[in-house]
């Protein structure tokens, strides 16, 4: 059975304080994505990586960076979490071609920053 | 620019009624189609995808899908709802343009089955 798994299912965090979210998939796939969700908004795109060590910038980077260092691995990083960045985060991967392939996605991390 | 509008925020319908969740998008380029499902605090899984082919488009639990190219929709429906299928739906598009890879997400629709 396919798997990605985020690193905490709940995470709370003060103002100021550095966050790292981590995301791991099983399928050995190219592509994973940093999505945030928020009610009426949908999902959007923060990053998203093609291969290990490459990066593009999605819709909303602004505040977030991300690092893969492995394959397997994703993680999204909030240098300084500021009380907008309270949200859920979702991980997802696919396999190349991804145009027509369907994302995979992991439960989600639910942030709230006081 | 290229958008996903999913007109219903919230839809309720009683069990064993049908449904239909509209989804219509806008693009200059071709797209390949995706209806997403979420359960509570989940994250979200495949119910369908419409590459090419047949307009119809049957998936998982039930649910079908009909892409209409020349009202750019691609709504979703069952004939008979359960309780079990209270979730959120997304109607995502995959596309190219100007070389650059894009997968965008339609703001949702709350499906709430009642007793």
């Known amino acids: 059975d396919v798997k990605v798994t985020q690193s905490s299912r709940y995470l709370v965090k003060r103002t100021g304080e550095k966050v790292f979210l981590e995301c791991v998939q099983d399928?050995?796939?190219?592509?994973m994505f940093w999505y945030r969700q928020d009610p009426g908004l949908g999902l959007r795109l923060i990053y998203f990586?093609?291969?290990?060590?490459?990066?593009e910038k999605g819709d909303i980077p602004e505040g977030y960076s991300v690092s893969r260092e492995k394959k397997e691995r994703f993680s999204l990083i909030l240098e300084s979490a500021s009380t907008n960045q309270t949200s859920m985060y979702l991980c997802?991967?696919?396999?190349?071609?991804?145009?027509?392939?369907?994302?995979?996605f992991g439960p989600g991390t639910r942030l709230t920053v006081l | 620019a290229q958008s996903v509008t999913q007109l219903d925020s919230q839809v309720p319908v009683f069990e064993e009624a049908p449904v239909e969740l509209r989804c219509n998008y806008s693009?200059?380029?071709?797209?390949?189609l995706f209806w997403y499902v979420q359960y509570p605090n989940q994250g979200l899984q495949l119910l369908l995808k419409?590459?090419?082919?047949?307009?119809l488009v049957k998936g998982i639990n039930g649910f079908e899908a009909e892409f209409n190219k020349s009202q750019t929709s691609f709504h979703l429906r069952k004939p008979s709802v359960h309780i079990s299928d209270t979730a959120e739906y997304f109607c995502?598009?995959?596309?190219?343009?100007?070389?650059?890879?894009?997968?965008?997400f339609g703001t949702g629709t709350r499906l709430k089955v009642l007793a």
């Open positions: 419409y590459l090419s082919g047949s307009t």
């Open positions: 997802a991967s696919s396999p190349l071609g991804t145009l027509y392939n369907e994302q995979f």
């Open positions: 693009s200059s380029v071709s797209v390949y």
């Open positions: 995502a598009v995959s596309l190219t343009t100007s070389g650059t890879y894009k997968y965008i």
């Open positions: 399928m050995d796939h190219e592509n």
């Open positions: 990586s093609y291969d290990v060590k490459m990066k």
